[in-house]
Every structure is written in structure tokens, then in C-alpha cells.
């Protein structure tokens, strides 16, 4: 039975932040600007849903980009993905020497 580990995602799909408080400033930027654009329509007209989009830029996409990003940024760095005969499993990381690099690199 040979184990392998997984090769990291490709930099595209990755909506992680490089902490969990950047990421939730982040968060409460994009709702923010949502539920603020929409709650001041009665007061400032519907020229105000214009800031809508600018949370996708904040979201990095979408709400559910959002979420997947904060799960990624929580679990960076203890959870690996370990393949052994065709079953793919999450397991805690083991610490090595690529793992205290990669932790370098976010800083």
C-alpha cells in the first residue's frame, strides 16, 4: 500500500487569505457593502446598488467564494489530503520542513 500526497491546488482556485482576520475584514467589507447598498435605496434611490458589485471584489466572487476561502484559510497548514489506493482522505498535517516554508512565504 503506497501513500502519496496530494499535489496543492492550482493558485486559481485558491480563495484563501494569508490570515483569518484579514479574511474576515474582508468578509465584513463585501457584506457590508450588500446590505448597506440595498437598506439605503429608500433613502438614496437605486444609484446606490451600484455598490453591490464591489463586494464580489471583496468576496473575491461570490458569498459561497467567501466561505469556501474562510475554510481554507482556517485549515492552511493542518490539514493534508492523503491518497492511498484510490481513496482520497483528510488528515492533520504532519509538521516538516515544505509546511514551516509554505507558512513563511504567506507572512
Known amino acids: 500500500m503506497k501513500t502519496v500526497n496530494a499535489e496543492p491546488a492550482a493558485r486559481g482556485t485558491d480563495f484563501a487569505s494569508k490570515s483569518v482576520p484579514r479574511h474576515l475584514a474582508r468578509g465584513a467589507i463585501g457584506f457590508g457593502l450588500i446590505i448597506g447598498s440595498i437598506a439605503l ?22 458569498p459561497t467564494c ?28 504532519h509538521p516538516s520542513a515544505d509546511h514551516s516554508a509554505s507558512a513563511a512565504d504567506r507572512r
Open 41 to 62: 435605496v429608500p433613502v438614496a434611490g437605486p444609484a446606490v446598488l451600484l455598490a453591490a458589485p464591489l463586494a464580489l471584489v471583496a468576496f473575491r466572487g461570490c
Open 66 to 93: 467567501w466561505m469556501v476561502g474562510l475554510a481554507q484559510t482556517v485549515s492552511r497548514g493542518r490539514l493534508e489530503r492523503r491518497c492511498a489506493d484510490g481513496v482520497c482522505t483528510l488528515a492533520p498535517a
